[in-house]
């Protein structure tokens, strides 16, 4: 099911944060995102297709594939049920260029480690963030999708192994990165990261205080989230997408 807008879906060089409350559809609305923007990017010819990183801390999504083509669904036999994607799993460093292989792989690659700690896999993660923003061309489009991307940030909002996430946001623009961070409170983002954001999907939240981060990226003070789950709002460069929007059953 694509997105019924343009308007609503990722363009190239979007900041984007998704905010919500557990189970109201955030991981959903995440994915379809993700795929519609993929539709866009990854379907060209080796030299200019683009590349996206699922970078998954929980772990949550389900990459299809190792770089060798086999099946990873021995490894989650063990977990209830996730998001599948058709991507390529990335567990290794030393795997990152092949997991990017435009002539071998179809440019979606999930970053995830089962066999570290909850710290240790933050830190992996954000030396991950950092290799692809290094090695991204802006002559070719990219995505980079923080799951839980709370677990980047320290109490005080800074970052907790490096600044790469606020970089990110406030300079990828310039290599042609998209980002897409996805978080339940507000209050947990850093706020420059939350300023330099130009859209907005806003699900249920459960805190008073998240509403009122909001109003520092420039959110209109007489819009309210949704109360319901499997609705959320748009919010793109200022303004407001004209009516709320229900995720499909």
Same mark, same amino acid.
């Given at each position: ?11 190239? %060089?979007? %900041? ?25 990017? !990854?379907?060209? @010819? ?9 970078? /998954? ?11 060798? *083509?086999?099946?990873? %669904? ?11 994607? /058709? =991507? ?10 092949? =997991?990017?292989?435009? #002539? ?11 066999? !570290? ?23 070719? &489009? *990219?995505?980079?999708?923080? /799951? ?23 300079? *990828?623009?310039?290599?042609?990165? =998209?980002?897409? !961070? ?18 907005? #999907? ?17 959110? &209109?003070? /007489?819009?309210? &989230? @949704? ?23």
């Amino acid at each position: 099911m694509a997105l019924e807008s343009k308007q609503i879906g990722l363009r190239d %060089r979007d %900041r984007a944060v998704l905010l919500g409350a557990n189970g109201t559809g955030k991981s959903f609305l995440g994915k379809q995102l993700v795929i519609d923007y993929a539709s866009e990017i !990854l379907d060209r @010819p080796p030299k200019t297709k683009g590349r996206i990183l699922v970078v /998954d801390t929980k772990p949550r999504w389900r990459p299809s594939h190792t770089i060798t *083509g086999t099946s990873t %669904r021995y490894r989650y036999r063990h977990f209830i049920k996730g998001d599948t994607l /058709d =991507a390529c799993l990335l567990d290794d460093w030393a795997n990152f260029d092949a =997991a990017f292989d435009p #002539y071998t792989q179809n440019g979606m690659v999930v970053s995830q480690r089962l066999d !570290l700690n909850a710290s240790m896999a933050v830190a992996w993660q954000t030396a991950i963030i950092e290799r692809f923003y290094r090695t991204q061309s802006g002559k070719r &489009p *990219g995505l980079i999708f923080i /799951d839980e991307c709370m677990d980047f940030f320290g109490p005080t909002g800074n970052g907790r192994y490096s600044d790469i996430v606020q970089k990110l946001v406030r300079a *990828g623009r310039e290599k042609g990165i =998209a980002s897409l !961070l996805a978080a339940q409170r507000s209050k947990t983002i850093n706020i420059q990261v939350l300023s330099e954001c130009n859209v907005l #999907y806003l699900f249920r939240l459960n805190f008073v205080k998240d509403v009122e981060r909001l109003y520092e990226m420039g959110f &209109p003070h /007489d819009v309210l &989230p @949704p109360t319901e789950d499997r609705i959320f709002r748009v919010f793109r460069d200022r303004k407001m997408y004209p009516h709320p929007v229900t995720l499909a059953a």
